[in-house]
């Protein structure tokens, strides 16, 4: 397991879980990839899980469900009712999708709970190393 997934399990186990909760904020590298971990109440363990994308929860729309576990596009999700945490993993990420994301819980019958994630793309910067090999190889 993923060391930072380790401690986030382990903080959220010490700390208790409120409705929802996640990281708040990541960044990565364009062409990169990404796990969030969305942690959740036991009262939400059999509970349908989504990902959706939106400024504000009534603009959210839904990307990916637990209820319909396959990969949508470079985009997946996994639940573990055992420790309460579901995971988004993003592949391949590109500049345009920086923006705000949901850990979502679908509560039948009620207004859903969730936690707002900022996801945040970035261009990868050429090294040093790297410039002064590709000028080396031009001569």
């Not at 990281?23 to 062409?31: E, F, I, N």
């Not at 637990?66 to 996994?78: A, H, L």
């Not at 500049?95 to 945040?120: M, N, P, Q, R």
Request: hydrophobic share 35%.
């Amino acid at each position: 397991m993923d060391p930072l997934m380790l401690l986030f399990l382990l903080i959220a186990g010490l700390t208790g879980v409120d409705s929802v909760s996640s990281v708040g904020q990541v960044s990565v590298q364009s062409g990169g990839s990404v796990t969030i971990p969305c942690f959740y109440e036991g009262r939400y363990e059999s509970n349908v899980k989504y990902w959706c994308r939106g400024h504000d929860w009534s603009s959210c729309t839904s990307i990916v469900r637990t209820d319909f576990p396959r990969k949508k596009g470079e985009v997946s999700i996994r639940d573990d009712p055992d420790q309460r945490v579901f995971t988004v993993t993003m592949n391949n990420l590109q500049t345009g999708v920086s923006d705000y994301y949901w850990c979502c819980v679908d509560i039948s019958g009620a207004s859903d709970v969730g936690e707002k994630v900022y996801l945040s793309v970035t261009e990868g910067k050429t090294s040093v190393l790297q410039t002064v090999a590709n000028e080396m190889l031009s001569m």
